[in-house]
């Protein structure tokens, strides 16, 4: 499905999201971790993960918040095991999942974090990510402690984009869109 959309990776990855697959399908039924569970709607959650990679600068760390089900975080260290990859979920289903593919890939480029945004200190990231987690001047409130004067943003939004950009008043950020997808990259 990713070679329809010219991405492409190693074996090891192909081999990876396999894994991350059924255990999302045996964990997700279990454990209500994500909303669909049918093949398309996982690959499609994937492709969404994934597809910034080829538009944004390189980052050497990230830090997602809110990863629920691995969207696009746990997907993103497993693309780029070759950076520091920092998972924040407040929820411990959903930390004790992403715990168990963790150790399931030997992804030891990934530290997962059960806390909410605003509790994390002493954290800074090249990139902060998030998914369908609040609206972006929120997002930016909430991830302030993690900056530095070089860190970009990077986040996965709806339709709701356009007045978004409105309310939080920032520049030096470019929109990529593909499907109902908005991509808000926010350079450092």
Do not use: C
Request: glycine share 4%; charged share 25%; proline share 2%.
């Amino acid at each position: 499905m990713l070679e329809k959309e010219n991405i492409y990776y190693s074996d090891s990855f192909y081999q990876d999201i396999t894994i991350f697959i059924e255990l999302l399908k045996k964990w997700g039924k279990v454990h209500n971790l994500s909303g669909r569970l049918d093949d398309i709607s996982i690959y499609e959650n994937i492709l969404d993960s994934i597809f910034p990679l080829s538009f944004i600068e390189d980052f050497k760390s990230f830090t997602d918040i809110g990863t629920g089900a691995g969207y696009p975080g746990l997907i993103l260290a497993i693309a780029r095991r070759d950076v520091k990859a920092y998972l924040v979920e407040p929820r411990a289903k959903r930390v004790a999942f992403l715990n168990f593919v963790k150790a399931s890939l030997n992804l030891q480029n990934l530290t997962i974090l059960q806390k909410r945004a605003e509790d994390i200190e002493e954290l800074k990231v090249d990139l902060i990510t998030s998914r369908a987690v609040t609206n972006t001047k929120l997002l930016l409130e909430l991830t302030k402690s993690m900056q530095t004067s070089t860190t970009s943003y990077l986040f996965y939004k709806g339709s709701m984009l356009e007045n978004e950009l409105e309310d939080a008043k920032i520049n030096n950020y470019k929109v990529v869109s593909k499907k109902d997808r908005n991509y808000l990259y926010i350079k450092g």
